[in-house]
């Protein structure tokens, strides 16, 4: 229902929209080991811009490029396993109507 | 990337390189500029580091700020900054799945809200701050604190070691320099919220007649509900929609745990509130031309220390937010004009112990800041403790009502107020009720009691 909507988009619609500054070292590091432990994934749920995706295997792929740099996965992570930093000075997501 | 930065530090560093750094400032956003203003109009060096390239597009916020903390900061050109629309109208919709029952005031003077665009109106802020002296460094990320002897006598960024007798932590809501220093313990999912928004763009004509504002004038809403449907728990959510001049924004703020626990995505309820039929009409036909998020870090329960020796925290930094209020750069900018003032007196007194810079905290216990967040102390975890009833029970027996009482049919009217007080007993448990009467009563009494 929600998709007939005109001004309905994705989160893929959403992230095409933002001008970002590419950084080309990942500003995110995830801890294996802990995160192999976690079954949940509530990193997948929860981000906004869905940097982290459930593909094959237990840790989530991590599209940092998207990173639109709120830290909710720092904060959010049950098992503490992201180590979230800020990218490269001028590097990452550049609002411009926030 | 990094040489840039060097060479433009070095470029500011030559300016007066015979004198040495009095404070350094980590982030450029209203507490950090507040307080480099306050320190470079008191005569001292100032140097404000920001890890962006554009000031203030890292930034973002719901649309709107308060003039007082602004004419505050610049008493003598406060009407300069680039304003979008005075905000006189203000609404509070609580929404059900396809209704909502709305309190809206208006009035015809000019209020102290104001809506902006962040980038805009911080890169403002840094060209008034640049204009009294004071230096910035932009693309410049700060990853650590010196520390020695439990006294911070610098910063290290991604190129170099800066040196000062005071740093001031303005970085935001992520706090890693405060987590660092042990001001702030850790950062919980349960005391944060987590803000999405989209920007749409929308002719001025149409915002006038959409909202029924005059040209220069526009709305703030707020959005209760309407995100659960049916035995769903409803999140601790809060719908917003600004008007610009050109623009619109609509978002909402989630409690992080809550988006975790439930696994809502957050992109996903914004669409929801989107959709709603008494939201659609507002955006309809709008462009969205920017999707944006940020944490809110809040509450009295989750502030970090406000000072160390060599060091004080400002703006989100500390934690200092206001959600019942939506107020955050108000409160940034009175700290960062609190602590601007208390590193002036531990410049003039060349001692920057913990004692003297306490100065901070005795500042902050006699503001608003702190009386108002030891007013709201226990309303967010209140709220999400009864969000089921505030979020869908409540708005859903307010519509209730109005369609009983609106609906003229055959059925005699004092059955349908009997009706409506049956079942609103009725449908839920009647602990419920006592756990909202006793929970809503107890926060009232924090909020009013002598």
Known sequence: ?98 | MAKIAKKLYNKLMDKKSSSKIDVIVVGAGPSGIASAITIARGGKKVVVLERADFYGSKNMFGGAIYLSSIKALFPNNWQNAPYESNLVQSSYSFLTKNSSVEIKHKTDEKTNTISVFRPKFDSWLVEEAKKEGVYFAPKTVVRSLIIENKKVIGVKTDIEEIYAPIVIIAEGSQSNLALQAGLKKELQAKNFILGVKETLKLDKEKIQERFNVKEGDGCMMELFGGLAEGDEQAPLALGFLYTFKNHISIGLGANLEDLANLKLKPYELLEKLKAHPSVAPFIEGGEVVEYSTHTIPGGLKDLAKPYMAGALVVGDSCGFINSVHFEGTNLAIYSGIFAGETALVALNKGDFSEKTLSLYKNKLNKSFIMKDLKTYKNIMNMARNRANSIFKFYPEKMSEFFTAFTAADEIPKKNKYQNFIFHFFSDRKFSELLKDIFQFAKSAFEVIKW
Do not use: Q, R
Not at chain 1, 39 to 60: D, L, N, Q, R
């Open chain 1, 1 to 98: 229902m929600v998709e007939n909507n005109k001004n309905f988009k994705t989160i893929e619609e959403k992230l095409s929209l933002l001008k970002y500054k590419p950084e080309t070292i990942s500003h995110i590091e995830v801890n294996e080991e802990l995160c192999l432990k976690c079954k949940s994934k509530e990193c997948t749920f929860f981000c906004p811009a869905s940097v982290y995706k459930i593909e094959e295997g237990e840790i989530p792929k991590i599209e940092y490029e998207n990173c639109l740099e709120c830290g909710a996965c720092k904060i959010g992570c049950k098992s503490k396993s992201v180590k979230w930093n800020f990218p490269h000075g001028g590097c990452g997501i550049v609002y411009k109507f926030s």
